[in-house]
């Protein structure tokens, strides 16, 4: 809830012409429509921030994901601020994949990692002492956060993809990308500006 559509497409012209990588972004479902229009051939790939947990039916306000998959290829699941139960986060997750949308499935208990895991997912730890910073990230030893890296994958098949998230920002993505296991990260705050954000998305 930071931009509006003027905003929005500021947002989309500057990234597309600071950075070649190809990033997901999770706009809000307002701007699904949008972006799909105004990002079509370029390096974005698009993402729901939510989905609902119930199939289809009379449910004011959600947004179920057979609704979604003409809009997005990804959708986030579980994210922390949503504050879903695990059982809420893997029928999400499982309705994402009944109708082809690769979720996103956010976790904050390295011990959830295996129940939240699925062939075909992307995993994101949210790490509790910095989730949700307004992109304040504390003074973590890379080293600790690399441990529970380390300890989430030695537990998940090879091929998986794990992300971490936790007040990223142009700074700390540096050492977050010297992790070997660690896949990419989910950037908050920090994305809302395009010069830090193709930072961010260059460190990896």
């Not at 809830?1 to 905003?7: D, H, R, V």
């Not at 809000?28 to 990002?39: E, G, I, Q």
């Not at 994901?65 to 893997?90: N, P, R, T």
């Not at 990308?177 to 998305?201: H, P, Q």
Request: with cysteine; charged share 25%; glycine share 6%.
């Amino acid at each position: 809830m930071n931009m509006g559509t003027k905003e929005v497409l500021s947002w989309l012209e500057n990234f597309k012409n600071a950075s070649e990588n190809i990033v997901i972004v999770a706009p809000s479902f307002l701007h699904l429509p949008l972006l799909k229009t105004c990002a079509q051939g370029k390096n974005i790939k698009l993402a729901a921030q939510d989905v609902a947990q119930e199939e289809r039916g009379a449910h004011t306000g959600r947004v179920a994901a057979f609704q979604l998959k003409d809009m997005c290829e990804y959708c986030v699941v579980g994210h922390s601020e949503i504050g879903d139960l695990v059982e809420v986060v893997i029928k999400k997750r499982d309705l994402c994949l009944k109708n082809g949308i690769t979720p996103i499935v956010c976790f904050v208990s390295p011990s959830d990692a295996k129940k939240v895991y699925k062939e075909s997912t992307i995993i994101a730890w949210e790490d509790p002492s910095n989730i949700s910073q307004g992109g304040l990230y504390k003074d973590t030893d890379p080293k600790e956060i690399e441990k529970v890296i380390n300890d989430i994958k030695a537990n998940l098949p090879k091929n998986s993809i794990l992300l971490y998230g936790g007040s990223v920002n142009e700074q700390n993505a540096k050492e977050l990308a010297k992790i070997r296991n660690l896949d990419g990260v989910l950037v908050g705050n920090a994305s809302l500006d395009t010069s830090t954000f193709t930072k961010i998305v260059e460190s990896f």
